[in-house]
């Protein structure tokens, strides 16, 4: 069944923080999560780098990178809540942001990548394939900017009903670890 929260967006969000913290055996959770999302992502791939409680993407990232056809990127967020996406060389400890430190990084070669998949964090998603992030607006401005196949990773409690905000831009799928949903407006990838 899912939860309706009719909490103010604050509130909402630290009950949601809470609630991704109460679930149990995430390692395991997340493992499921990253088996069912590896045989969607191929390309130029952005995976969040995981902090808190969200669905690790650790394994995630190792396996894409070891992986051929794929190039993997880590969204970098400046502070002024903008996501540039940066080829991921290594792995690394995530600031607050998700941001991994400058060695983590390629070199900058330019011009900023076309993202064929992004792979984003959500503290709740509805049934129409809407989030709820951290409440800066960051993944929206770069989907409204970007033509790339959206997909959320999250644990199967986070699925909510919520209000949406008119900048809320919806994902193409959502992986938890028992399903892969897709929603009606999905894009075509592949």
Known sequence: MRKEFTYDKQTLRRKLIELRAGIGDKPERSHAITESVLPL???????????????DTT???SRLVARSGVTVF???????GIIVPRRVVSLGKADKR???????YAADVG?????????????AFDGDGYRLGYGKGCYDRFFANADT???????????ARFKRD???????????ESKVLYFKHASNFG
């Open 41 to 55: 992502l191929r390309g130029n791939v952005m995976v969040y780098v995981s902090i808190g409680s969200e669905a």
């Open 74 to 80: 880590a969204p970098y967020t400046d502070l002024d």
């Open 149 to 159: 196949f959206k997909i959320g990773l999250a644990f199967d409690a986070q699925r």
């Open 59 to 61: 394994e995630l990232i």
């Open 111 to 123: 011009q900023a990548p076309e993202i064929d998949c992004c792979v984003t964090p959500l503290l």
């Open 166 to 176: 008119i900048t809320d831009i919806p994902l193409d799928c959502c992986v938890t």
């Open 98 to 104: 998700g941001n991994m430190p400058d060695d983590c």
